[in-house]
């Protein structure tokens, strides 16, 4: 694992952008990991279907045990204290929705059959994307210092300014991990069926007041 240091999050925070570690976590779980998560995650209804193509596991303590160490890792350089993680599994996206893990698709299967929000009319699915709606992501900004880790497959980040112009972009594949300042304006374009973890700490004054 290659560990983030407190200046980088400083640099970060100073300059408003992602601090990004290629291949920071080699033990981010498996599909057939979420799958098993999924089914305990209906038990405790901690699952959340945010749309027909992506649903989150948020405040799951079995799903925070996998990125422990991640979590003590980084906690060595943002004295923050963890408000809350949210596990996002994004199955549907605009660029590639091939599902050759045998365990991605059985549980998909599981998420269309659960899932309250149907597929729209109008949708058609397909192997390299979908047509008849838009499928950009949203521009947004966190609250809070998030710890993002990709797991499976892959998503591209963009950076826009403060005028939501676009900065830069940079494509996230397993194991990456980036450090996201508060307010800093993103946008996260799955590229692939994924799954990642987004974990939120409160403000660490050496470093949000830099």
Known sequence: MTLMTKEDLI???KQRRLHVVKNFYSDHPSWEDIDHFYDLAKETKTIYYNSF???VIQEDARVLDYYK????DISLCHR???LFSMMIIHFINNHNNVMTDNSLSKLFSKFNTDNPNKKPEGIIVHDNGVDGDSWDPIVHSDEQDRLFIQGSGQSLWKVFHENKELNYEILLSGGDAAYIPKGVIHSVDSMSPRHSVS????DDPEITQA
Not at 69 to 72: F, G, L, M, Y
Not at 199 to 202: M, R, V
């Open 11 to 13: 640099l970060a925070t």
């Open 53 to 55: 193509a992506t649903m």
């Open 69 to 72: 160490k991640a979590v003590s």
């Open 80 to 82: 923050g204290y963890l």
């Open 199 to 202: 974990i939120a700490f409160s």
